[in-house]
């Protein structure tokens, strides 16, 4: 595995290894701090964090490229849940108001249902592809009328597309921009790359060591190896799947002949061939 990786100085801040890593320290906050200010769009600092276990770990973790991260709450009682998609981002919405709601219900005084004193909860997802139709990479949303005016914002939801931040390094000017930039191009820095000026902040650099390879005990490095490993067969299993759904509507609709289905899905002829033995038996 170190081979596919090649010199590369970092590790990934998009694995689940490495995500864990930088977010999840829970000896040294100050990455996890100053992200959480950029995410909310806050101008006031926060001071402290205490992670919190997670209630519902086991109960709906999606193995398919859901992961349920961290949950944190700072020094107001703000509650943070922190979530990467990797894949299948179709229903990661869903997914992320079934925490928020979870949360929520924790909170509400049960028998008289009493709403008094109910903390705000943040629920924030990283995609590492696109859902939305908008251009916006960084979204905030609450509940709001037909005008646009906040009724509620109890919980408030950002979901932060990363495929979408394509802000070449002298375009990038705010925290947000200097975290988004750092977690997608850290797997990319090698030995002999200049970084990035901004790296040096502490903020960033506090997650960066945890990121360095240099760092890793010969355990970490192993258990991260088969992180990476993982994440590829599940990312291979995904697209396999896909591709497969084309192929059997490509098949039912009768247009397209096998070796055009073929062509359009980038597989053999005798793939399509065994999609098509299912379809007959009705196994799909």
Request: proline share 2%.
């Amino acid at each position: 595995m170190e081979n596919a990786q090649g010199n590369k100085r970092f590790i990934s801040m998009l694995s689940d290894y490495g995500f864990k890593k930088a977010f999840g320290n829970e000896q040294h906050t100050q990455f996890l701090r100053k992200a959480l200010q950029a995410l909310i769009a806050s101008e006031v600092p926060i001071k402290s964090v205490q992670f919190i276990k997670n209630e519902v770990t086991g109960t709906t973790k999606d193995s398919r490229g859901g992961l349920f991260d961290l949950t944190c709450e700072d020094e107001k009682g703000r509650i943070f849940i922190v979530e990467m998609q990797l894949f299948d981002l179709k229903h990661f919405i869903h997914r992320a108001k079934f925490y928020a709601f979870h949360k929520f219900n924790t909170m509400v005084h049960k028998g008289r249902y009493r709403f008094n004193d109910l903390r705000q909860i943040y629920s924030i997802s990283f995609l590492a592809g696109t859902a939305f139709e908008t251009t916006l990479y960084h979204q905030i949303g609450t509940i709001k009328n037909q005008k646009g005016e906040r009724i509620d914002d109890q919980i408030t939801y950002i979901i932060v597309e990363l495929d979408k931040f394509k802000k070449m390094l002298p375009e990038v000017k705010t925290d947000l921009d200097k975290l988004l930039y750092t977690m997608k191009l850290t797997d990319t820095a090698t030995p002999e790359v200049k970084l990035p000026d901004f790296w040096a902040e502490n903020w960033l650099d506090e997650a960066l060591q945890e990121l360095e390879k240099a760092n890793l005990t010969p355990e970490q490095r192993s258990q991260y190896e088969i992180i990476i490993a993982g994440n590829m067969s599940e990312k291979l299993a995904m697209e396999l799947e896909i591709k497969e759904k084309a192929i059997i509507k490509a098949l039912k609709m009768k247009v397209l002949n096998e070796e055009q289905i073929a062509s359009i899905n980038d597989v053999s002829i005798e793939d399509v061939r065994t999609v098509a033995e299912k379809v007959a038996k009705g196994k799909v």
